[in-house]
């Protein structure tokens, strides 16, 4: 596929290991990426520090400086000169915080963060169709960053972990449920034309390793892979690693034979 006729990606939660990872791959490829970021300046130096040239973040990156929770904001990303992204990632999520509580010990920072800033970007969607009813004719494709542990199919989460999982990260994890629910639920909608999105493709990684490094990990081809019918039952998996697979088997492919699926990745 040439630089031309790579398609406009939208990353939400580009300052985080596994989107950060995928805008890196993409970037380097050719793609050319809008990014929305509370701190731009924060998201430059990440990418530069990982060896990309100004140079190429002049030519294939734009980076928006808003918040996931805005509508307007997040409209401003996904519509460029009138013309809508073809690919959403979405690999935003909120800082683990202790509480007092010996139940629930870890909340976040911003404990509804995926299901709120979900919501938005349905909005968004919506108020960019609604503008000009003509980007509706090539809707998006979104790929989004979950966990494992929340499955309603088999358990994906070994036994070891299973007390951590369940018990302590209970309340960061339901916001990740509810973000399934509401992306599930939108996209049963019996008519297409009601859906805002072309497809949808959750990635469930087990416990998430390294930080802001690309080439962090092991390789995405060393990942075992599941869905959420047959999982891949594993303790971690790196962020680059997670990132990258993302790159390659989504981007690349057009989401490929994920559409509409939910793949569990661990090392």
């Known amino acids: 596929m040439s630089a031309k006729s790579n398609p406009t990606i939208a990353i939400f939660g580009a300052t985080g290991g596994c989107a950060?990872?995928?805008l890196v791959h993409s970037l380097l490829a050719g793609y050319d990426v809008r990014a929305l970021a509370r701190t731009p300046s924060k998201l430059t130096s990440q990418l530069l520090a990982q060896g990309l040239t100004q140079p190429i973040l002049d030519q294939h990156l734009t980076i928006l400086q808003g918040d996931a929770t805005n509508v307007d904001d997040v409209k401003r990303t996904l519509v460029s000169?009138?013309?809508?992204?073809?690919?959403?990632?979405?690999?935003?999520?909120?800082?683990?915080?202790?509480q007092k509580s010996l139940r629930?010990?870890?909340?976040?920072?911003?404990?509804?963060?995926?299901?709120s800033s979900t919501e938005v970007l349905l909005n968004a969607l919506r108020a960019a169709y609604d503008e000009k009813p003509s980007t509706a004719a090539i809707k998006p494709l979104?790929?989004?960053?979950?966990?494992?542990?929340?499955?309603?199919?088999?358990?994906?989460?070994p036994f070891g972990f299973q007390f951590l999982y369940h018990v302590l990260l209970a309340i960061p994890h339901e916001d990740k449920r509810k973000m399934d629910r509401t992306l599930k639920s939108h996209m049963a909608q019996p008519e297409e034309s009601e859906r805002l999105l072309r497809g949808v493709v959750?990635?469930?990684?087990?416990?998430?390793?390294?930080g802001i490094d690309y080439k962090g990990g092991k390789g995405w081809r060393t990942l075992?892979?599941?869905?959420?019918?047959?999982?891949?039952?594993?303790?971690?998996?790196p962020r680059s690693d997670v990132g990258e697979w993302i790159?390659?088997?989504?981007?690349?492919?057009?989401?490929?034979?994920?559409?509409?699926?939910?793949?569990?990745?661990?090392?």
Do not use: M, Q
């Open 20 to 22: 950060n990872a995928t």
């Open 104 to 115: 629930r010990p870890v909340t976040l920072d911003n404990p509804g963060i995926c299901s």
């Open 202 to 210: 959750g990635v469930r990684a087990s416990l998430l390793t390294g």
């Open 224 to 237: 075992r892979v599941g869905t959420e019918e047959r999982p891949a039952v594993g303790y971690t998996v």
């Open 142 to 157: 979104l790929a989004y960053v979950s966990t494992t542990g929340i499955s309603n199919g088999p358990e994906d989460v």
């Open 247 to 267: 790159f390659e088997e989504l981007v690349k492919n057009d989401g490929g034979e994920w559409v509409g699926k939910i793949a569990t990745l661990t090392s």
């Open 81 to 98: 000169n009138g013309k809508l992204v073809s690919f959403i990632i979405s690999g935003l999520g909120g800082k683990p915080v202790l």
